[in-house]
């Protein structure tokens, strides 16, 4: 398992972080979205899923991954 922290833009209130969350998670990995923090962590499983997944869901909710 691999355990990365993404910098994030455009969160703005817990149903933004939900929402991120929702979508990791319909990927098979655990997601701990903070919208304060600006960030989520993300633990999954590489034989799985691709990093490239993660960042792609993120970004097709309207959200930025930084950095």
């Known amino acids: ?10 969160l703005h209130c817990t149903a933004c972080s939900l929402l991120i969350e929702g979508e990791i998670e319909d990927l098979g990995a655990k997601a701990d979205c ?3 923090d600006q960030e989520v962590k993300v633990e999954y499983d590489p034989k799985k ?11 097709k909710q ?6």
């Open 62 to 67: 309207g959200y930025e991954v930084v950095g």
């Open 49 to 59: 899923i691709a990093e490239g997944k993660i960042i792609e869901a993120i970004e």
């Open 34 to 36: 903070n919208y304060a």
């Open 1 to 10: 398992m691999i355990k990365k922290t993404y910098k994030l833009s455009g």
